[in-house]
């Protein structure tokens, strides 16, 4: 199975800052893999698929990076609406597997 | 508008079994795969299988491979999860949910409004 480490785990940031969250993989997923945004009481939002690109009606300012084991999600400019958590998934490999996720604070 | 819309909330006895309907709009339904996800409170989600809703194929997690059961009838544009042999550490809320690939470009990737099962005596 393929574990997905992400870094921080909570990440206090003020609006109109730049976050920078990572994920780690412990073998190569390639491209394979999503962020997503979750708020409490609803479901994960796809942001990014196959690690760079935005999903349809994602901002601008949520961007995906990284191939084979190193990912980084970045979101430019923080708007009040972004704070939640977020997850990495791949599906590069049986099972799909999930991060543990990162918290996005309000500083 | 893509959409994917889950039965209401259940509570189970332990040993019982638990069907849980996705119902998809806005698209072919046989175009796509879907995923069933699981999540504990305060747990990341857990993947627990896929189906081809073209040809039905299907693919589950070893974690619950002996009492899942994923289905689908097309022509209701619907898939149903069937899981058996519930204790408590089955109480979670389950989600259906596009598989996030390329198509995502293009189309809408919902997720699941998502579905609480309580497992509980």
């Known amino acids: 199975e393929i574990v997905l480490t992400q870094s921080p785990a909570i990440l206090s940031l003020s609006p109109g800052e730049r976050a920078t969250l990572s994920c780690r993989a412990s073998q190569s997923v390639s491209s394979n893999l999503a962020w997503y945004q979750q708020k409490p009481g609803q479901a994960p939002r796809l942001l990014i698929y196959d690690a760079s690109n935005r999903a349809t009606g994602i901002p601008a300012r949520f961007s995906g990076s990284g191939s084979g084991t190193d990912f980084t999600l970045t979101i430019s400019t923080l708007e009040p609406e972004d704070f939640a958590v977020y997850y990495c998934q791949q599906r590069s490999r049986w099972p799909i597997t999930f991060g543990q996720g990162t918290r996005l604070d309000i500083k | 508008q893509v959409r994917l819309v889950q039965s209401g909330a259940e509570v189970k006895k332990p040993g019982a079994s638990v069907k849980v309907s996705c119902t998809a709009s806005?698209?072919?339904?046989?175009?796509?795969?879907l995923l069933w996800v699981r999540q504990a409170p305060g747990q990341r989600p857990e993947w627990m299988g896929w189906?081809?809703?073209?040809?039905?194929?299907?693919r589950y997690s070893l974690k619950f491979q002996d009492r899942l059961t994923i289905s689908k009838d097309a022509s209701a544009s619907t898939t149903v999860m069937e899981l058996s042999g519930l204790t408590s550490e089955d109480t979670a809320v389950y989600y259906c949910a596009r598989v996030a690939d390329s198509a995502c470009g293009n189309s809408r990737c919902p997720w699941g409004q998502g579905t609480l099962v309580t497992v509980s005596s």
């Open positions: 189906i081809n809703t073209g040809n039905g194929n299907t």
């Open positions: 806005g698209y072919t339904f046989t175009t796509y795969a």
